[in-house]
C-alpha cells in the first residue's frame, strides 16, 4: 500500500528556517505533482506549494520567496524549505502525492508540526 511520511516539522523562532521531508513508498509507477499544505488550528487546509514531476513549481502567495518545494524522482520524495518563518506559519504541514500514473489519488501524510514561537 502507499504510505507518505513527513518529518523535519520543530519549534523555531521567527526569521528561522526548517527543512521538511516527504518520502512515499508503495509507490507502483511515476508519481506526478506533490504538493504540500498546511492547517493551521482553528483554520481551514490551505495550499502551500506544488511541484510536478518535470520541476515546475507553484506557491501560495503567503510563502512566495520565502519557501523553496523541490524532490527527488528516485526517491519519490519532496521537500520544502522554509526560510524567514513567521509566527503565522505556525501550522500542521501536510505533503499530498497528488497523481500517480496521471491518475489522481490524495494520499496524504500524517503531518509534521511546524511552530514558529519566541
Known amino acids: 500500500q502507499v504510505q507518505v511520511v513527513e518529518f523535519g516539522g520543530g519549534l523555531v523562532q521567527p526569521r528561522g528556517s526548517l527543512r521538511l521531508n516527504c518520502a512515499a513508498s508503495g509507490i507502483i509507477g511515476s508519481i506526478n505533482d506533490m504538493g504540500w499544505y498546511r492547517q493551521a488550528p482553528g483554520k481551514q487546509r490551505e495550499f502551500v506549494a506544488l511541484?510536478?514531476?518535470?520541476?515546475?513549481?507553484n506557491y501560495a502567495d503567503a510563502v512566495k520567496g520565502r519557501f523553496t518545494i523541490s524532490r527527488d524522482n528516485a526517491k519519490n520524495t519532496v521537500y520544502l524549505q522554509t526560510n524567514s518563518l513567521k509566527p503565522e506559519d505556525t501550522a500542521v504541514y501536510y505533503c499530498n502525492v497528488i497523481a500517480i500514473n496521471r491518475v489522481r489519488t490524495g494520499y496524504w501524510g500524517q503531518g509534521t508540526q511546524v511552530t514558529v514561537s519566541t
Open positions: 511541484i510536478a514531476r518535470g520541476g515546475d513549481t
